[in-house]
Structure formats: C-alpha cells, structure tokens
C-alpha cells in the first residue's frame, strides 16, 4: 500500500472539513505565497516528508479547563532550543496565545497545538533539511505537533488551518515579528520562511 493510500485511509475518520483540508496540504503544487520579510512556499510539488513521531505533554488541568469553559480557545505548547516544551498556553475570544522566545535567537523545534469549537485544527510544519512534512489533522480538544524534537533542527514555517478560520503570527530570526495572517474558513494561515535557513522564533495563534 502507497504512503499517500494509507494517509487518504487515515483520513476517513475526520469530519469532511479536516478531510478537505489535509488533502489539500497534500495536493498543492509549488506555489510561493507572499509574506511578510519572506516567501515561505505552500507545499513541495513531490511527496511531503513524514511527519515526526513527536508527542507533546498532555493538556494540563488549566487547559482543559479553559476548553471547557470559552468558546473558540486555542491552546499551543512549543519546543524550544535549550528550553524543551514550554508548557500550555491557552487563549480564548480572539486574544492571542504565544510560544516560543523573543531576543533570545532561540530556535522552535516543534509546535503542538488544540482547539475547541472550531471543527478541528490541521497543521503543517516546515523543518531545516526534511522540507514540509504531511499535514496533520485532529478534532475539537485534542491535541496535534509539528516539527521535530531531539534533532536539534529549526522549524522554519508553519500552516494551519481550522473550520470556522485562524489567524497566526510568525517571529522569525533575523526580521521579527511579521503581520498577521488569518485565514476564512477551511483556508490556510502562513507564518515563517522557506529557503531562507531562518528559524521561526515564536509563534501567536487566535481563533
């Protein structure tokens, strides 16, 4: 069986929107879109790389607790440089939630992120010498990761992508933090660079 049989297989299990999404992840050509203090390109036009069997630390009490609480909350946790996982950072009603460092020149390895009532949260990670891995796609509270972790490999950019829309914003070595992204429903939210060997430094995210 194809890699690309057993992730389409994989898929039938998601709600359609998570289905559509992570096939468009898959299907993309080589098309560069615009960002700020970059081009950060939206997938390769052969097959992604695999994503990294990275597990992040469960959903802690507080956010568990926030998801069941707010509408619309998006909590992420990401690897750092030096650091590891920083811990759940959680945010509802269109305020930010923010990993990673600023003025630090710390890379992030990974970024693991969960939402609630949004339909579902697909991502897609750009890591220093793999490229774009698959993209990745859960339902409401649970959790997925991109990047890698024990490699010491920078993450360069990240895609995301929710039912009802997300809006994501990219701190990124050498130019800072760029204007925001935000994407419509089923679309794609872009931060970072490719081809440029840049890390993503931090990451904001609101829903």
Not at 108 to 129: D, Y
């Amino acid at each position: 069986m194809t890699a690309a049989l057993a992730t389409l297989q994989s898929m039938a299990k998601f709600p359609s929107f998570l289905r559509k999404a992570a096939m468009v992840g898959l299907a993309v050509s080589a098309l560069s879109l615009p960002v700020v203090g970059g081009t950060a390109s939206a997938a390769p036009a052969g097959p992604a790389a695999p994503a990294a069997t990275v597990k992040a630390p469960a959903l802690s009490p507080s956010a568990k607790l926030l998801m069941r609480r707010d509408r619309n909350t998006v909590c992420v946790n990401g690897h750092v440089q030096n650091i590891g996982w920083q811990g759940w950072r959680c945010s509802s009603n269109r305020r930010a939630a923010m990993v990673g460092t600023v003025g630090r020149s710390l890379r992030l390895e990974a970024v693991s992120i969960s939402t609630n009532r949004t339909g579902g949260v697909c991502a897609q990670g750009h890591v220093q010498n793999i490229g774009w891995q698959r993209t990745r796609c859960t339902s409401n509270n649970r959790v997925i990761t991109v990047g890698t972790v024990g490699e010491s490999l920078r993450l360069e950019s990240v895609r995301l992508s929710t039912r009802t829309g997300i809006c994501a914003q990219g701190h990124v070595q050498n130019i800072g933090w760029q204007n925001w992204r935000c994407s419509r429903r089923n679309g794609w939210a872009q931060v970072g660079t490719t081809d440029r060997s840049l890390s993503l430094e931090a990451l904001r995210v609101r829903v």
